[in-house]
């Protein structure tokens, strides 16, 4: 299974991407890890690091070879999660040129629909952790010794990009930049907008059930998309 998950930035589409991405057994691949790894290779790492240095966002020509060498890795045989690419409308062309090159193709964009309000007052509690960058929520998602990872003892703290201004200024590039990939991605049949003002395991339970007439052998029949056994099974978590 192929998918892209749309969002506004810090509405929750990377814990979706993740808690999908381990039910599914799919690696969710962020913009923000597959940059950070990019910026230690050797024969990407310079360029990518002089260009973050700077504050620049890193091209989109060069984004794409970065998502091209992840995407090529063993693990995304089975299919991956995209979460942070693409995040215009010259990248999702990009991206599709890139899937037909390999002889692949979408399956579904996952759009997390979350209001600027709501997005500002959730992230007024979000805590990261800065060992592991593992999140948190003191809600809906708390550590269980606080302010400690539970992955890794690491603190939590705030991050400068959870205030309130850097927020709003955020959702208005999200806005202008990346919401024109809702039309587009809804011309093509793949859109599946989903409710992100709930609780984090009601989200997950929506996105499962719009992703469930996906399930099944992915080499079907022109056509066929029937039940497979394996979409009775999935209903268990
Ligand atoms: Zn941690």
């Known amino acids: ?106 399956d579904g964009v996952i759009l997390l629909k979350v209001e600027e309000e709501q997005l500002v007052k959730r992230l007024a509690e979000r805590r990261v952790c800065s060992r592991c960058g593992a999140t948190y929520h003191l809600t809906s998602r708390p550590p269980e010794r606080p302010g400690l990872c539970d992955r890794c003892g690491g603190a939590l703290k705030q991050r400068d990009d959870d205030r309130e201004e850097v927020v709003r200024e955020r959702f208005r590039t999200y806005r202008e930049k990346t919401l024109p990939l809702v039309d587009y991605y809804a011309a093509r049949g793949l859109l599946h907008p989903i409710d992100g003002d709930q609780p984090i395991d009601q989200v997950a339970r929506a996105i499962e059930e719009a992703l469930a007439h996906l399930d099944g052998p992915s080499q079907a029949p022109d056509g066929h998309q029937g039940p497979s056994p394996r979409e009775a099974a999935a209903g268990q978590g």
């Open 1 to 106: 299974m192929r998918l892209v998950f749309l969002g506004p930035p810090g509405g929750g589409k990377g814990t979706q991407a993740e808690i999908l991405a381990e039910k599914r057994q799919l690696p969710a691949i962020s913009t923000g890890q597959i940059l950070r790894e990019a910026a230690q290779s050797e024969i990407l790492g310079p360029v990518v690091r002089r260009t973050i240095d700077e504050g620049n966002l890193v091209p989109d020509n060069l984004m794409i070879r970065i998502v091209e060498d992840r995407l090529r890795r063993p693990d995304c045989r089975r299919g991956f999660i995209l979460d942070g690419f693409p995040r215009t409308v010259a990248q999702a062309d990009e991206l599709g040129r890139l899937l037909d090159r390999m002889g692949l193709k979408l």
